[in-house]
């Protein structure tokens, strides 16, 4: 249980064009997703909270008009990248919570999706 | 959000047992302390979370003291498909609205395992 699974895992595209990717989680409902990005060698940087039926949430410096998310069922999430530029390149990793055993919540994370710009 | 510190990099040997230990001195009453593990190129993956005392599953244990102000993560027996980053993140998981707490990253502990 608890997989979270992304689609596409890579894209390459060019300057310009945007990009959805998709984040879905597969054997759970999940109200909440959360976006993040990670550059090459750095941590996780949370993006954005995603809310079904509601707008996203966005972290100070997160563009929304640049990154839209759009939470259409409690099992899909997507985030588009609109006029992308190679700085957008990065890998970009969603999450979603459920609870475990015990009443305790753990969020899972998608295997993520490599953005690659030209 | 409660902070993490956790050394940079570690190195160990194949076999031995390995404490990655995490500060996080100002955790709240309702923070959970969960730990992942992630290799390059891969999203991260649950390896065991923990609210007090100790915490076993198949992978990993989980220490907490009393004081809740850090934890350790001890591997047993390491081998060297355990080289990978470990994040150690602390979050509030009140019932009813726990799935809904973001997570903040810090920068991990890198893990090398040599044969």
């Known amino acids: 249980g608890a997989v979270v699974s992304q689609h596409p895992s890579w894209v390459i595209c060019k300057s310009g064009t945007s990009v959805k990717i998709e984040c879905r989680s597969l054997?759970?409902?999940?109200?909440?997703m959360f976006w993040y990005r990670q550059f090459p060698k750095q941590s996780l940087m949370l993006m954005a909270t995603?809310?079904?039926?509601?707008?996203?949430?966005?972290e100070q410096g997160v563009e929304k008009d640049k990154f839209l998310i759009n939470h259409a069922s409690l099992t899909l999430s997507t985030l588009t990248v609109t006029s992308a530029h190679p700085e957008d390149s990065s890998f970009y990793i969603c999450?979603?919570?459920?609870?475990?055993?015990?009443?305790?919540?753990?969020?899972?994370f998608g295997p993520g999706t490599r953005l690659t710009v030209l | 959000l409660a902070k993490t510190t956790q050394p940079i990099s570690m190195d160990s040997y194949e076999g031995q047992e390995v404490n990655i230990t995490c500060s996080h001195n100002?955790?709240?009453?309702?923070?959970?302390i969960t730990w992942y593990q992630q290799f390059p190129s891969q999203g991260p993956r649950f390896i065991i979370q923990?609210?007090?005392t100790k915490v076993t599953n198949e992978v990993a244990s989980l220490f907490i003291p009393a004081d809740r102000k850090s934890s350790t993560l001890s591997l047993p027996r390491v081998s060297l498909s355990d080289t990978a980053v470990y994040y150690c993140?602390?979050?509030?998981?009140?019932?009813?609205?726990?799935?809904?707490?973001?997570?903040?990253f810090g920068t991990g502990t890198l893990l090398a395992v040599q044969p």
């Open positions: 923990g609210y007090k």
């Open positions: 993140l602390v979050g509030g998981f009140a019932h009813g609205g726990g799935a809904t707490n973001k997570l903040i």
């Open positions: 100002n955790i709240a009453t309702n923070d959970y």
């Open positions: 995603s809310n079904e039926g509601s707008k996203a949430t966005y």
């Open positions: 054997d759970f409902q999940a109200t909440t």
């Open positions: 999450s979603a919570g459920m609870v475990r055993e015990a009443g305790q919540y753990a969020k899972y």
